[in-house]
């Protein structure tokens, strides 16, 4: 993903907006930052649902696990892993979960 450091919608009402926001370097400085870390809850947020994406169909067509992206659902809570001789009361607990 590539973003660019122009706004592509600017004009001369708003650069002169954002001039006047960022005339102190500290007022700038936060501004970035709050940017950059939007930024990276929104990414993050992205690649949470694709790995949720990829382990369904995964799942669905039977193809092999790619371990990482199984290990970092297991990680945040989203993805429990149930032995074969469990699956049956996995189930039976999921569904439970889900009518609640």
């Known amino acids: 993903m590539q973003i660019n450091s122009e706004l592509a919608h600017s004009n001369k009402k708003k650069a002169m907006t954002f001039a006047h926001w960022t ?3 500290a007022h700038e400085q936060v501004l970035w930052l709050t940017f950059g870390h939007a930024l990276r809850c ?3 947020f992205l690649r949470h649902f694709r790995d949720l994406n990829a382990a ?3 799942a669905h ?4 696990p ?11 809570g989203m ?10 009361q996995g189930a039976e ?4 979960t889900a009518a609640e």
Do not use: D, Y
Not at 61 to 64: A, Y
Not at 66 to 76: A, G, P, T, Y
């Open 23 to 25: 005339r102190w370097p």
């Open 42 to 44: 929104s990414m993050e």
């Open 56 to 58: 369904t169909l995964m």
């Open 61 to 64: 067509f039977g193809v092999v």
């Open 66 to 76: 790619e371990e990482s992206i199984f290990n970092r659902l297991q990680e945040r």
């Open 79 to 88: 993805l429990r892993v149930v032995e074969p001789s469990n699956a049956a």
């Open 93 to 96: 607990e999921a569904a439970k």
